[in-house]
């Protein structure tokens, strides 16, 4: 069997639009893809349009338990909006999903190639769909995991080709205020919910947040807004969703910002935790703010972090990633999961 061609692979899974919840016609071209070229591959259902690629070296109905030795690379092939097709300038590959993380997956598959040419059957693939919204593959992907005996997962994400020390924890809350409503030419007889907010927010900003040797400080970001219904009503209802990227146990948050439930309700929405990494000697090494799916992949064994492409173009309106970044992937995928077999 030939070399895997990353570029080409790239950019056939770039120019598929997989944005999540729409990932089925790209799982469908990986799946097929993967069969063409021996791998035996499971389409691990999670819902009625969307499915995990899982796929290994030997035949085995249940492909999840076929893992039983050693490795497993895995990213996802979803994106964020606004979808936009491949192409090519220079050293750069550009589209939707090129850095996060098709590129990844192409230069996954070719390290697991080379890696059977060379006659390492000990490997696998758990390609997800759903990372960029909650994580429901990982989520499903892990439940198939339990008693597959695989001792470590590589997990690609954009790190310019480093292996991840640790990743920071998300938590998300929402702050409901409340109001009542008057004509806003007698404010005194209303209760404004915005204002209300508004003062939550501001206290918020002299909050001290729980800090980490590694992973450093805690911070937080204002992303959602909203409250009113028109400019001369004064506001019964106004809400905030403030996302923390967390150093520590996101309890620990939480009771920071006890205090503002005097003028706000808190509302938990979403907690991933911080995730501490393996690592293998011979390779920088680097703290990340982001989170992955590894948190919710813990059946597939120790977690290592690693990938080419930055996170500061993947999500951007010219997303891309660099080709001669995606060849030196494919080589040091290569020596990690030796590395990795070797302890195995």
Known sequence: MDPVDIVSLTRSLVDIDSTTGREGECGRWLADYLRSRGWFVNEQRVDDTRFNVLASVEQNSKVAQNFSSAIVFSTHFDCVPSFFPSRVEGDKLF???????????????????????????RIGLVFVVGEERGSDGARVANDAAHGSGSRFLINGEPTDNRLGLATRGILRLRLRASGRAVHSSFPELGESAIDKLIDALIELRGIPMPSDAVLGQTHYTVGLISGGVAPNVVSAAAEAEVMFRTTSDAAEVRRAVTPLERLVSIEHV??????????????????????????????????????????????????????AELHAAVGHYVTLARALIRQA
């Open 270 to 323: 979403l907690e991933v935790p911080p995730v501490r990494l393996k690592t293998v000697p011979g390779f920088d090494t680097a703290v990340f703010p982001y989170t992955t799916d590894i948190p919710f992949l813990p059946t597939w064994g120790d977690p290592l972090l690693f990938g080419p492409g930055s996170i500061h173009v993947a999500h951007t309106a010219d997303e891309w990633v660099s080709i």
């Open 95 to 121: 589209g939707r999903g090129s850095c996060d993380a098709k590129g990844i997956l192409a230069a996954q598959v070719a390290a697991a190639e080379q890696l059977r040419r060379d006659g390492e059957s």
